[in-house]
T-cell receptor
Framework: RKEVEQDPGPFNVPEGATVAFNCTYSNSASQSFFWYRQDCRKEPKLLMSVYSSGNEDGRFTAQLNRASQYISLLIRDSKLSDSATYLCVVHGGATNKLIFGTGTLLAVQP | DAGITQSPRHKVTETGTPVTLRCHQTENHRYMYWYRQDPGHGLRLIHYSYGVKDTDKGEVSDGYSVSRSKTEDFLLTLESATSSQTSVYFC????????????FGQGTRLTVV
């Protein structure tokens, strides 16, 4: 079983739609969680950190459920510019490893 | 953007030759990582470092070695390049200000022929 699992997609959605991505992780000792965005042939860039209380940044909302070892990202009012691959990342606690999911591809259609 | 640079950005090499990729940071971050990215596999950790001369293996470390003699530099060496090591390699840094989020270099596209 992979340490971090994501639905690879692709998710094809119209502009203005709401889309949700999910991610599960296997290491219960994990302490930090993130969502990254990666554009084609570019490096990943931090989108947002994920906290137990949930956090929101504009149209983006991230949630963490430690009991279920589950992370989510919600994008509201999708824009064409949101088209990218979204990567779930888990910090492995004592090992200090950053483990990436395989990513979920989002394509927002006009 | 974090001060992190990778060199070279592109390289073509022949099977069996040694190759060294360099990651240089100006942020004084404690942790440095090397990942490879391939279609269908996402980013996979090769090796990482948690301080000068302190390194550990990731999930795909076979055929790779690393060295970190200074805080700023983390070198990845392919001891004898194979076609299966054709990939995009990303370096990342983290640990600045006690935070765990990572910042990435622009990547090195390596082709082994």
């Amino acid at each position: 079983r992979k340490e971090v699992e994501q639905d690879p997609g692709p998710f094809n959605v119209p502009e203005g739609a709401t889309v949700a991505f999910n991610c599960t992780y296997s290491n219960s000792a994990s302490q930090s969680f993130f969502w990254y965005r990666q554009d084609c042939r570019k490096e990943p860039k931090l989108l947002m950190s994920v906290y137990s209380s949930g956090n929101e940044d504009g149209r983006f909302t991230a949630q963490l459920n430690r009991a279920s070892q589950y992370i989510s990202l919600l994008i509201r009012d999708s824009k064409l510019s949101d088209s990218a691959t979204y990567l779930c990342v888990v910090h492995g606690g004592a090992t200090n490893k950053l483990i990436f999911g395989t990513g979920t591809l989002l394509a927002v259609q006009p | 953007d974090a001060g992190i640079t990778q060199s070279p950005r592109h390289k073509v090499t022949e099977t069996g030759t040694p190759v060294t990729l360099r990651c240089h940071q100006t942020e004084n971050h404690r942790y440095m990582y090397w990942y490879r990215q391939d279609p269908g596999h996402g980013l996979r950790l090769i090796h990482y470092s948690y301080g000068v001369k302190d390194t550990d293996k990731g999930e795909v470390s076979d055929g790779y070695s690393v060295s970190r003699s200074k805080t700023e530099d983390f070198l990845l060496t392919l001891e004898s390049a194979t076609s299966s090591q054709t990939s995009v390699y990303f370096c990342a840094i983290s640990g600045g200000g006690g935070r765990t989020e990572a910042f990435f270099g622009q990547g090195t596209r390596l082709t082994v022929v």
